[in-house]
């Protein structure tokens, strides 16, 4: 593909429940990075892969948020047992580097927590 | 606070007018970024201007950095509506391997 994908792009899901968010980066893509944003404000760094990679975690915001690179390719984000809080949409991007490049971005997942 | 400020939060101004976004960082960067995002989806880089740079133009933009006031500006000129998005500054922070984004400035071209 030409560009980032997520899927899905909407995900409506209990309190409690865990869910899983997946990237598909840009091929050969070396960076790839997660994102939440909630309604009406900016960007909250999650994490950051180099490769398979993690050297920078410091965004997840607790324990119940986890993220997998393999193949350095795709990357999978999961949520485990969701709060209301979570409600958001989740970004990823991805760059051939990780400096002085921009970032390419999917369209995200809108995920609502009920 | 964040280390990107985007100012004015929000901005409405008339089509064929030009538009100034402010964006303030608190720390040294390797480079400053500049993004658009229309209906709170994925977003779409604009322009990369560089710490050793002070002005760089792309079409209808353009961007300023005054590392010793720590700050960016970027100017659309003769707006149009497809220019109503919200606008991101996004640091590269030296020593750190991550953008670190502002809030965004809202930005409305009326017809």
């Known amino acids: 593909g030409a560009g980032v994908s997520q899927s899905p792009s909407n995900k409506v899901t209990e309190k409690g429940k865990d869910v899983e968010l997946r990237c598909d980066p840009i091929?050969?893509?070396?960076?790839l990075y997660w994102y939440r944003q909630s309604l009406g404000q900016g960007l909250e760094f999650l994490i950051y892969?180099?490769?398979?990679?993690?050297?920078?975690k410091s965004g997840l915001p607790s324990d119940r948020f986890s993220a997998e690179r393999t193949g350095g390719s795709v990357s999978t984000l999961t949520i485990q047992r969701t709060q209301q809080e979570d409600s958001a949409v989740y970004l990823c991007?991805?760059?051939?580097?990780?400096?002085?490049?921009?970032?390419?971005f999917g369209p995200g997942t809108r995920l609502t927590v009920l | 606070s964040q280390q990107g400020e985007e100012d004015p939060q929000a901005l409405s101004i008339q089509e064929g007018e030009n538009a100034t976004m402010n964006c303030s960082y608190k720390?040294?960067?390797?480079?400053l970024q500049w993004y658009r995002q229309n209906s709170g989806r994925g977003l779409v880089h604009l322009i990369l201007?560089?710490?050793?740079?002070r002005e760089k133009h792309s079409g209808r933009l353009r961007v300023t950095l005054d590392t010793s006031k720590k700050s960016s500006s970027l100017l659309i000129t003769a707006s149009r509506a497809a220019d109503t998005a919200s606008y991101f500054c996004?640091?590269?922070?030296?020593?750190?391997?991550?953008?670190?984004f502002g809030q965004g400035t809202r930005l409305t071209i009326n017809p």
């Open positions: 201007i560089r710490s050793n740079e």
């Open positions: 996004a640091t590269d922070l030296q020593g750190a391997q991550k953008l670190v």
């Open positions: 892969f180099q490769g398979n990679s993690a050297p920078d």
């Open positions: 091929s050969g893509h070396t960076a």
């Open positions: 720390t040294s960067i390797n480079n």
């Open positions: 991007a991805s760059s051939l580097i990780p400096r002085y490049n921009e970032q390419f």
